[in-house]
């Protein structure tokens, strides 16, 4: 059984620092970050006996393994800023973690399509996708009753 979390951190060192506490309290395994706190382009924060997964100096996705007994392996053909991919092994587990992290300001197809490349690649493996989505309408005004 692996205790998984998913949370945006906002750049937030407090938020970090209260997500450290968080892991001990209920010992978990692997949180999926979006939005991490980072400190001269580097995640910042997270104690050293934990393994940080990120990619770039402008990361919006990583992911935090807690657990020692987790071997990971980075998947960089599907992996970029905003994406982070692992190859996870626990005992006779193996699976495939996703954190995600959907920019507003980006055409959607294009996280369509990424997401569609990641699961081709892993297509038939157990994964687990955790993914910011920000949300937004194209529509320029509301629609009302009875128009």
Known sequence: ELKC?????????????NLMQIINQHHLDIVFVQEPYMLNNKI??????Y????????????ILIANSQIDAIIINQISDDDTRVLEIMYGNLKLYAISMYLDIEKDMNIDFLK??????????????????????????????EGN
């Open 5 to 17: 979390l998913q949370i945006n951190l906002q750049h937030s060192r407090a938020a970090t620092s």
């Open 44 to 49: 910042s924060g997270i104690p050293r006996k």
């Open 51 to 62: 393994k940080i997964f990120s990619r770039g100096n402008k990361t919006r996705a990583a």
């Open 115 to 144: 997401t569609d490349n990641i699961l081709s690649f892993t297509k038939g493996a157990n994964s687990i996708i955790w993914t910011n989505s920000n949300a937004r309408s194209t529509m320029s005004k509301p629609i009302s």
